[in-house]
């Protein structure tokens, strides 16, 4: 775990702010386009007109890393949204509600937590045939929820029994009031370092669909598909995947020593 005066989370902060303005602001100053094709300029290697070279149908891949990057936070943001948007009234719920309630609430984060996550995703978006963002920010989404909603159940059932919530109670508070006022409030420090690392889950799970073919199709670049580009020519071109692949590494990184950090501190 990272001490609280490491200087890991301002180095993060600021890598993670580098590489989510390039994403946002490159392909607007850089004017490139992720999928023109020149095959005349195919696999060439890095230079000062084509920064990471270029992939087998002569695409710049640093314009397609940047283009994909947008798609990456994307999916990546709205996913934990949706996720948060169930699993934390879901927690609520379970965690302020009686034994028997709450026992079958339980069992249902069980049981979709019982088969692999990953696993989930792939077979639902292999059945429904349909790669589009919305259907797979939805599908992430849908199936993300259950860490979030546990975390939330344990941390209500902890707060519900503490002297201010009873005090509450006695003297005739609502319900809902309880749950907006006292311990809502009480959960936004967890959560938020859920949410924080869910991000980086997220970003690997988008990138692994689209690398096997199930996620975003070419030509319009992800960061997983241009790794899949590469593969065949990772001696020759290894440009096409290294690239790609140190922006998922990179982020996916800085988004957890950021995660962790929080943690601790809130812990400290």
Known sequence: MIKANNKSFKISVMLLFIIISSVL??????????????????YKKPSKLHWFGTDKFGRDVLARV?????????????SV???????????LISGYSGRKFDAVLSWFINLFMAVPQFLLI???????????????????????????????????????ERDFILA????????????MRHILPNLIGPVVVSATLMLGNVILIESALSFIGLGIQPPTPSWGNIINDGRHVLIDGWWISV??????????????FIGEYIQEKQVV
Do not use: H
């Open 243 to 256: 690239f790609p692949g140190a922006a998922i590494i990179l982020t996916v990184l800085c988004i957890n």
């Open 66 to 78: 940047l283009y994909g990057g947008r798609i990456s936070f994307l999916i990546a943001l709205m």
């Open 122 to 160: 792939l077979v639902v978006i292999a059945v429904i045939d349909d790669n589009s963002v919305f259907w797979i920010i939805l599908i992430i989404g849908l199936f993300s929820w259950m860490d979030v909603a546990r975390l939330v159940r344990n941390q209500a059932l902890s707060i519900k």
């Open 168 to 179: 509450e109670r006695v003297i005739g508070v609502s319900q809902l009031r309880i749950l």
């Open 25 to 42: 602001l490159g392909p607007l100053l850089l004017n490139m386009d992720p999928v023109s094709q020149s095959l005349q300029d195919a």
């Open 81 to 91: 949204v949706l996720s948060m948007f169930i699993g934390i009234p879901y927690g």
